[in-house]
């Protein structure tokens, strides 16, 4: 299954005049080993915290399609301890905590 991954990419805003430059937030979000195909991105038009919350949520969702597949038994394998391991793993990618 694919690997995920994002990275902050703004754009950068220019005054005309070429004084005054801004970034407006964006966060891209690639498969690992393809950093020059973009699979999706964040709307800019929202808070840059929000923009992260939900690269974070679309890069763990690969990782929490799978965990469901194992939980429901569709993919019998690991144990109790594994299963509750990944999903704490899942949680704490999809919230942006380190452990």
Do not use: W
Not at 22 to 47: F, K, M, Q, V
Not at 67 to 86: H, K, M, N, Q
């Amino acid at each position: 299954m694919t690997s995920l991954h994002y990275a902050y990419e703004p754009y950068v805003k220019s005054a005309l005049d070429g004084t005054d430059e801004s970034e407006i937030p964006c966060y891209r979000i690639y498969e690992y080993g393809t950093d020059d195909r973009i699979i999706a991105e964040t709307n800019e038009d929202l808070p840059a915290e929000v923009q992260e919350h939900f690269a974070r949520m679309f890069t763990a969702s690969p990782g929490m399609l799978r965990f469901i597949e194992r939980f429901t038994g569709i993919e019998e394998s690991g144990s109790e301890a594994e299963l509750r391991a990944d999903a704490l793993n899942l949680i704490m990618q999809a919230t942006g905590e380190t452990e």
